[in-house]
Nanobody, 128 residues
């Protein structure tokens, strides 16, 4: 399984970006997929996740601004980020558990150890 995250870039505060997570060797329609981010000098933390059975979860600071979605036909998961703030600046990673189906509860999705496969990150920089 290989994941590829893309779509990062430099944007002014208030702007938008859409991140894409594409997979080879894994069908996203039967997988939980999440986005994490890691700011300089900080730990990698959960941002948003979509469970294999269609539940979406977000951290409080991005609720209403970020939207996670899945395109089963293209086998991709997206993170639409609107009204970006400087504090959203980070490297963003997509991840999926080692097994298909499986976890779908929010507590499990938030944990790094839930995930067996990670994509290489994509840098999002929001200028003030």
């Amino acid at each position: 399984v290989q994941l590829q995250a893309s779509g990062g870039g430099l944007v002014q505060a208030g702007g938008s970006l859409r991140l894409t997570c594409a997979a080879t060797g894994r069908t996203f329609s039967s997988s939980t997929v999440s986005w994490f981010r890691q700011a300089p000098g900080k730990e990698r933390t959960f941002v948003a996740g979509i469970s294999w059975n269609g539940h979406n979860y977000y951290i409080a600071s991005v609720t209403g601004r970020f939207t996670i979605s899945r395109d089963n036909h293209l086998n991709a998961v997206y993170l639409e980020m609107d009204n970006l703030k400087p504090e959203d600046t980070a490297v963003y990673y997509c991840a999926t558990p080692a097994s298909i189906f499986g976890v779908s509860d929010e507590n499990s999705l938030r944990k790094l150890l839930t995930y067996g496969y990670w994509g290489r990150g994509t840098l999002v920089t929001v200028s003030s």
